[in-house]
């Protein structure tokens, strides 16, 4: 009845699975299919020259470990939550493609002012380096400057 094997474009997961439900949606996921992708109007294509903010993906990341095929555990998704709200508050309003090495790496060094523990620093640097890799592979991202940043010993030395 429907094709077992197709790759199919929608902005979520979430939209998908709506999709998938209903026999229009099926259509219009096999229309997606062989055009290339969803119908791209005004809105999408100045969203496209924009970018997204880092609050826009990090809840799009927020929703796709969360949901019913979370690759993460619970307890491993408790403490992504807590770094995401530490990361929205410092990068909310940036740009993704504004977010580069020196500011990944003086937002650490804030978090060390603030005498956050060097756990909770990389614990931190882990999720912000999901949220990006996340953004490159389903949203068309550019790169990830939480490996050009590196955390050094220096960091965690008085």
């Known amino acids: 009845m429907y094709p077992e094997e197709s790759i199919f474009y929608a902005k979520a997961e979430k939209e998908n699975e709506r999709l998938l439900r209903s026999k229009a949606g ?11 992708g969803p119908k791209q109007g ?3 294509a100045n969203r496209e020259q924009s970018g997204y903010t880092f609050a826009e993906v990090s809840d799009t990341y927020w929703d796709y470990i969360g949901g019913r095929s979370s690759p993460i555990w ?10 995401l709200k530490k990361l929205d508050a410092e990068f909310g309003s940036w740009q993704m493609k504004e977010i580069d090495a020196q500011a990944v790496r003086s937002f650490w060094e804030h978090m060390k002012a603030q005498s956050y523990k060097l756990k909770t620093i990389t614990n931190c640097r882990s999720v912000l380096s999901c949220v990006f890799a996340y953004w ?11 490996a050009l940043a590196g955390l050094e010993l220096g960091l ?3």
Not at 26 to 36: K, N, T
Not at 74 to 83: L, M, S
Not at 136 to 146: D, L, Q
């Open 26 to 36: 099926w259509q219009e996921l096999l229309r997606q299919d062989r055009e290339g």
């Open 42 to 44: 005004a809105e999408a």
């Open 74 to 83: 619970r307890g491993t998704y408790n403490a992504y939550v807590k770094n």
């Open 136 to 146: 490159c592979t389903n949203m068309h991202g550019t790169g990830n400057p939480v």
């Open 156 to 158: 965690y030395l008085h």
